[in-house]
């Protein structure tokens, strides 16, 4: 039972290029999240999804882009990356119980836009 | 909508002594109350949460915390700080039908001395 993983660990990007970041979770949730992590800013969501087929924006959604074509995956991708969006990203997921659900989290994933 | 405030960006206290990390929220309904821990390099793990049973919660690593209504507050204590403590800690808040995205502080470093 590996949790949740996230691929890459690190990645060094141009401005201007794109990637994608890939969440993946072995423990059926439903609820799936992207976080990003600056110093002095604590984690702030980005996209997050209730189910398959569904995305919603979170509270920094702009220049961000997600896909949760199969339940145990939630891919956040980046367009034309810009030197702001250098931060850690975190994946989370969690399974609805009505309220105060525990969000499981990845190790991250380490972004430097150059 | 939900905030948390975190006083107190660096916490040092020396191993034996008593930590007490402090987390106020704001909600206009009633709130579920996270604590996290982020080791060096790592993903986050949850301490403990409260979910409007007890208001006196514990949690894994002799961690408790107590969610007072009236001092909107939920604080994190431990008697006895250990070397292993030294990490950085958010206090998160979510209410119900949200599909339970977190609204993070923006952390506490605590730091352990010999």
């Known amino acids: 039972n590996a949790g949740v993983t996230q691929t890459p660990k690190f990645r060094v990007l141009k401005t201007g290029q794109s990637m994608t970041l890939l969440c993946a979770q072995d423990?059926?949730?439903?609820?799936m999240y992207w976080y990003r992590q600056d110093p002095g800013m604590g984690l702030r969501l980005i996209h997050y999804s209730v189910g398959e087929g569904t995305t919603a924006k979170g509270e920094v959604p702009d220049g961000y882009n997600v896909s949760r074509l199969k339940k145990q995956n939630f891919l956040l991708g980046l367009e034309s990356a810009a030197p702001s969006q250098t931060s850690v990203y975190f994946c989370?997921?969690?399974?609805?119980?009505?309220?105060?659900?525990?969000?499981?989290f990845g190790p991250g994933t380490r972004l430097l836009v150059l | 909508a939900q905030s948390v405030t975190q006083l107190g960006s660096h916490v040092s206290v020396s191993e034996g002594a008593l930590v007490l990390l402090r987390c106020n929220y704001s909600s206009s309904v009633p709130p579920y109350l996270f604590w996290y821990v982020q080791y060096p390099n790592q993903g986050l793990q949850l301490l403990l949460k409260?979910?409007?049973?007890?208001?006196l919660v514990k949690g894994i690593n002799g961690f408790e915390a107590e969610f007072k209504k009236s001092e909107t507050s939920f604080h994190l204590t431990k008697p006895s700080a250990h070397m292993s403590d030294a990490a950085e800690y958010f206090c998160?808040?979510?209410?119900?039908?949200?599909?339970?995205?977190?609204?993070f502080g923006t952390g506490t470093r605590l730091q352990v001395t010999l």
């Open positions: 409260y979910t409007s049973a007890a208001t």
């Open positions: 423990m059926n949730h439903e609820y």
């Open positions: 998160a808040v979510s209410v119900s039908g949200t599909a339970s995205k977190l609204t």
């Open positions: 989370a997921s969690s399974s609805p119980l009505g309220g105060g659900e525990t969000q499981y």
